[in-house]
């Protein structure tokens, strides 16, 4: 009987596998080797090549190197550059976080940019601890030793940057900062490659690429005055070619001239043009649906951005509004990063903005916001009905006219879509917040729920859980919010506060049997018997009362829990197996695992060892298909329980043992229970 086949867990940083029952325990190959985490190359790149050099030549003379300079002078266009010029002698792996340190919204916690280094290794999400600092730990056991680089860019500070460092010897790091990060030179001997301003002749080179080498030579004096007046910043360089070849039948002294007036104009100093004067110089000339994209695209709250969410923004088609993306690319305000995915230079995201705030009645913006919501709403609220078919359902309330919702008609297509989309549904969750939908709040925490449960993103699970509690309004939402809050605790082992805010819930007349079947299971779990009897038959009445059969089948499962934590088996399976053969036909192949794994556990209380180990295999094949790694967990545990009582021990300690690398993996406290047991 294979009752414990594919269980896995780390070990001394490697994966182990826990084979059938007469295995042991193998460690498996290196980690997957992560791909296509760095942005694209640039097509426009010149010069630097002091600067590419001494990158390089940093390679053997300190394993962190950090690239300072101003913003927009090209940090991140060099970085990359370098790294992919660099990736084969990385033969592990090269991974790539946008820290997003001066974003007006706020910095990418550094948990956040360990969890996507441990997404790109491929790392299953049953084997991502809950811990920060454990997952931490995870990633660098996945580089130690191995050839990897790590590129940081747009760091906001020290502290933000050395939870990220690899500490292996064998692995490079660059980081990117406006700030000189002194503090990391100073206790992590960091080496530093200031980048200033281009050169005049690489800036007429960066030129020539947009305008051709032919009227750069012709028109050489215009050149280097257009030069002088962007500062040399690769970034205006970069729109003010773009725009130059929008304005081809002008003469370049016609174009300058028109820059130095608007400098004169924005600035009083006509001998110099800043920043937003060279980005308010492009925009101007987009067409009015364009520019107001571009001034909406400032709301969105996330790191990039998908044609759907840019249409829902602008409450326009999407084959219109790809049109306006490609004006916007191609006026160089956009960066098309990924096939299909968009992003802003963090400068001119937050010139968006400012132009929104300046531009679009009060409105106006708030009624773009709406759909953007709507948009991440209503699409996860289909993600999660595929993950989770059989959850009581809630209303996603009434559409905002315009939103686009993208089709999630499959379980592979909902897993996409939420790994794709996960950074930006957090902040739009917050967004929301912050605006004031306090109904797309909790409605978005009740959508993001299975996905952030069975990724094994506890934190971010229970954070948007304390947002949505917050912005409940009424009794019906606060008990559901409750609810959900309580599991996250009963699941992590925080039995305690998983009653207490269950208790709360109990307070609200609102679907009591649901809430007394999650005080019925947090009780048991803490070992209180009685108290889970107690509340768990009082869930059992209260949903034949209410009528609805797959609440009572699910009730009475935790009937047949609870008497077994009682010492009360016979009964137990009585009302178990009404539960299975309720269930028989339903299609809720969950719940249907549960009813059976709890039979295994009233079996095995009644001595039915053999009939309990046959109970669980059922019951853990479910688990591990829909990656349910605390059922999986407990009920390995009760597999090596049944051998015990069978006599044996070497398969029990076996079964004990995976039982607790499993514990271990989502943080949970019965880990050194049964590490204590082997």
């Given amino acids: ?98 820290l997003r340190g001066f974003d007006p919204l706020g910095p990418v916690d550094p948990a956040t940019a360990v969890r996507g280094f441990l997404d790109a290794f491929a790392v299953p999400a049953q084997e991502v601890p809950t811990d920060p600092d454990a997952q931490a730990a995870l990633y660098r056991s996945h580089v130690e030793g191995r050839r990897v680089l790590v590129l940081l860019d747009n760091a906001r500070d020290p502290e933000q940057v050395r939870p990220l460092l690899p500490g292996s010897a064998t692995c490079a790091v660059v980081v990117t900062s406006r700030n000189r990060l002194s503090g990391l030179v100073a206790r992590e001997q960091a080496g530093r490659c200031s980048l200033g301003p281009l050169s005049a002749a690489e800036s007429r080179d960066l030129l020539s690429a947009h305008l051709g080498p032919a009227r750069v030579a012709a028109e050489r004096r215009a050149v280097d005055e257009l030069v002088e007046r962007c500062a040399r910043l690769p970034i205006a360089l970069a729109i003010a070619g773009t725009r130059a070849v929008d304005a081809r039948h002008a003469d370049l002294v016609e174009v300058v001239t028109e820059l130095a007036e608007l400098s004169e104009l924005s600035t009083g100093d006509g001998e110099r043009t800043d920043l937003p004067t060279i980005f308010g110089w492009s925009y101007r000339v987009l067409s009015p649906p364009a520019a107001r994209l571009f001034r909406l695209l400032g709301l969105h709250p996330g790191p990039d951005f998908g044609l759907p969410a840019a249409a829902s923004l602008l409450g326009a088609p999407l084959p219109d509004t790809r049109r306006l993306l490609r004006e916007l690319t191609g006026a160089s305000l956009l960066e098309d990063h990924a096939r299909g995915r968009y992003r802003f230079h963090d400068l001119l995201r937050e010139y968006a903005a400012g132009r929104a705030e300046a531009e679009e009645p009060a409105g106006a913006r708030h009624a773009a916001v709406l759909r953007l919501l709507d948009h991440y709403l209503r699409t996860s609220f289909a993600g999660e009905r595929q993950l989770y078919p059989h959850r009581d359902p809630i209303a996603p309330g009434p559409p905002a006219g315009g939103a686009v919702t993208v089709p999630v008609t499959d379980l592979p297509s909902a897993w996409d879509w939420f790994t794709t989309e996960h950074a930006n549904l957090l902040a739009a969750l917050s967004l929301a917040e912050r605006t004031g939908c306090a109904g797309h709040v909790w409605r978005l925490a009740w959508s993001m729920s299975s996905y952030l449960g069975r990724s094994g993103r506890w934190q971010d699970w229970e954070a948007t859980q304390r947002q949505a509690l917050a912005a409940a309004a009424g009794p019906g939402a606060e008990a559901l919010v409750l609810r959900v809050l309580g599991r996250v605790f009963t699941l992590s082992g925080r039995y305690g506060e998983a009653v207490e805010v269950l208790e709360r819930a109990l307070a609200l007349p609102v679907d009591l049997a649901h809430t007394h079947e999650a005080l019925s299971l947090a009780h048991e779990r803490r070992g209180a018997p009685a108290e889970a009897l107690d509340h768990a038959r009082t869930a059992v009445a209260l949903s034949a009362q209410g009528g609805n059969r797959l609440r009572r089948t699910s009730a009475l499962v935790q009937l047949g829990r609870a008497l077994v934590a009682s010492g009360e088996p016979a009964e137990a399976r009585e009302h178990l197996t009404r539960a299975v053969d309720a269930l028989a036909g339903a299609d809720d192949r969950i719940s249907l695992a549960d009813a059976t794994e709890a039979l295994g556990r009233a079996s095995l209380h009644s001595g039915d060892h053999t009939g309990a180990l046959a109970r669980f295999a059922e019951a853990l094949a479910c688990y591990r298909e829909f990656g349910d790694r605390w059922s999986e967990a407990h009920t390995t545990a009760r597999v090596g329980e049944a051998w015990s009582g069978l006599g044996d021990l070497d398969r029990a300690r076996y079964a004990w043992q995976a039982a607790s690398e499993l514990f271990a993996l989502i943080n949970h406290p019965e880990a050194a229970r049964w590490r204590d047991r082997v």
């Fill in 1 to 98: 009987m294979d009752d414990l086949r594919n269980t896995t867990g780390p070990v001394h940083g490697h994966v182990v596998q826990a084979g059938t029952i007469n295995g042991g325990v193998h460690l498996s190959g290196p980690p997957a080797r992560p791909v296509g985490r760095l942005p694209p190359a640039v097509p426009h790149f010149v010069g630097r090549a002091d600067e590419l050099a001494l990158l390089t030549a940093r390679l053997g003379a300190a394993p962190i190197t950090v690239v300072t300079g101003t913003a927009g002078v090209g940090k991140t266009t060099l970085a990359v550059t370098w790294a992919r010029s660099v990736a084969d002698r990385f033969p592990d792996g090269v991974l790539y976080a946008d």
